[in-house]
């Protein structure tokens, strides 16, 4: 092998992964996609704001605008979380073009992971919102997104028929744009298959429509690959004059990754031409200006990368990024920068390392925290709980003083009812009659049914499963043989006999359907 073949074996022959083999689908506005200016730290400030005055449609945008940029970097697990939840706040508020967008985005995601069947699921979805809303430009985006699934997977009959199905459409409407990148998809088609004077043919109408519309960065984009299909035709002079179009384009418009592809294109026609100084020199221009990239997106990676970690997906973004940079570090630099690779690898387990042992120390004091919370919680409980059963004890207590003071009063004013003198029967007996109204109408049995419920929580609802039709009296019978007082201590808060007080309770066991001999305390008690 040459030298300087070695060289270009050593090359990266693609860009950073997120512009590598992308999808050649035309952006939302019609215009090549690109990633939003604000930065990422930025954007998460703003998607927390939405969040906090349940702006859900503002929110989607954000989180679309973050995943744009965790994809241009090549995070493409996280980009493709954002969208996933950008997708749910677009159904939530209804916004169905805004989610067929969203869905070609995921689609597209899980095309790089490796996915395709879930990634035409996505398209189709896509497909069928856009046809519900008559968006031909739509429907005709996601076509000639499933027209680049098919051909990666190398089902090129399938790939030429949705990327015409795409033009069909987008030709309805009139967009150059969207046509211009169609032919550019049939041009790759025809490329892949080494037809290359259909690629080529392809490929100059949509350099034509690009020239037209004023879109240069894609005909930067057109200039390369035209030159690519004279380069592998071995027309090597011709190529070199498309390759130095794309790149004084390139140079004005400041595309860096079109100016870097060009430099290496025309390092590989020189090579071809046996000129392998020229190619060198370019060669190392590509190469340096490739190094300028990925400088600039390293500090844009750390940004994000911060950002991460306050949501808590630190350590799998730094994950992320130590792969990405291994393997763009070892594309651009090969051999000459394995020490510094190694250093930043050194650095970034580092990293990883004590933000790890950070997180572990606010996992412990959280803990810790919620601990202390819980069992002071607890006692507060127990404290409670032995106050309310002290309040109950008391007030039972004044009930039955207050019914036996009662009874004793009524048993005086019987005595004197007997007595003949008539002058003051009458009035003894209304004071008589209200006694005993007191006795069966008590006052303060809300009051103690209240506290009851707040010690025997759920206590009654359990008892009315057993029988629905309890009456009052019933339910008051049943707490109190509950609290376990004695008959005598019951009869007098009921304010009747003993006698009375057997016949109720044989009643309310036949209520609660209980087997002879079977114990009506142990089974109130058992609730």
């Known amino acids: 092998m040459k030298p300087i073949a ?81 997708g749910k706040l677009y159904r939530q508020e209804k916004q169905w073009q805004l989610l067929a967008e969203n869905l070609n985005d995921i689609g597209t995601l899980y095309y790089y992971n490796r996915q395709p069947q879930l990634a035409r699921r996505q398209y189709d979805e896509a497909l069928e919102l856009y046809r519900q809303a008559g968006n031909s430009n739509g429907m005709a985006q996601t076509n000639g997104r499933i027209g680049h699934l098919y051909e990666k997977q190398q089902h090129y009959d399938s790939a030429y028929f949705y990327q015409h199905k795409a033009l069909e459409l987008f030709s309805r409407t009139d967009n150059r744009t969207g046509i211009a990148k169609i032919y550019e998809n049939l041009g790759s088609i025809h490329e892949d298959l080494a037809q290359y004077d259909t690629a080529y043919r392809y490929f100059k109408q949509a350099l034509d429509l690009n020239l037209q519309n004023g879109d240069r960065p894609a005909t930067i984009e057109i200039y390369n690959n035209l030159g690519d299909i004279l380069r592998k035709t071995g027309r090597y002079q011709e190529s070199l004059v498309y390759s130095r179009n794309a790149l004084d384009l390139a140079l004005e418009t400041k595309e860096e990754y079109q100016l870097s592809s060009a430099y290496r294109d025309i390092a590989k026609a020189y090579n071809l ?40 997906k630190k350590d799998l973004e730094i994950v992320n990024l130590k792969n990405t940079r291994k393997t763009a570090i070892a594309l ?22 004590r933000n790890t042992a950070l997180l572990r120390m606010q996992e412990q004091q959280q803990f810790r925290t919620r601990t202390e919370l819980l069992q002071m919680q607890e006692q507060n409980l127990k404290q409670e709980l032995e106050v309310r059963s002290k309040v109950l004890g008391t007030h ?40 005993h109204q007191n006795f069966n109408h008590d006052q303060h049995w809300d009051e103690f049914r209240s506290i009851f419920e707040q010690i025997h929580q759920s206590f009654f609802d359990k008892l009315k499963q057993y029988c629905s039709t309890l009456t009052a009296n019933d339910l008051r019978l049943v707490a109190l043989l509950k609290m376990n007082l004695s008959s005598n201590d019951i009869a007098i808060l009921l304010g009747i006999s003993q006698d009375s007080l057997r016949v109720v309770r044989y009643r309310l066991r036949k209520k609660l359907n209980l087997r002879q001999g079977e114990s009506l305390s142990i089974f109130i008690q058992s609730l």
Do not use: W
């Open 332 to 353: 651009v630099v090969g051999a000459l920068l394995l020490a510094a690779l190694g250093v930043l690898i050194i650095s970034r387990q580092r990293l990883k390392i």
């Open 396 to 435: 039972t207590l004044h009930i039955i003083q207050k019914n036996q003071l009662l009874e004793d009063i009524q048993q005086r004013l019987e005595e004197m009812v007997k007595d003949d003198r008539r002058d003051q029967k009458k009035q003894l007996k209304q004071l008589q009659q209200l006694i």
């Open 273 to 312: 031409l046996g000129r392998n100084d020229s190619a060198f020199y370019y060669l190392e221009l590509s190469r340096e200006n490739l190094l300028t990239i990925y400088s600039r997106e390293s500090s844009k990676q750390l940004s994000i990368l911060q950002a991460m970690y306050d949501t808590g």
């Open 6 to 86: 070695l060289i270009f074996f050593l090359l990266p022959v693609m860009r950073l992964a997120a512009q590598t083999d992308a999808p050649m689908m035309i952006s939302r506005a019609g215009a090549p996609a690109t990633v939003a200016d604000a930065a990422f730290p930025e954007l998460k400030d703003s998607l927390d704001r939405a969040m906090d005055r349940n702006d859900g449609i503002a929110a989607a945008r954000l989180l679309s605008r973050m995943a744009d940029q965790c994809y241009h970097l090549g995070y493409y697990p996280q980009a493709l979380d954002y969208h996933l939840q950008a």
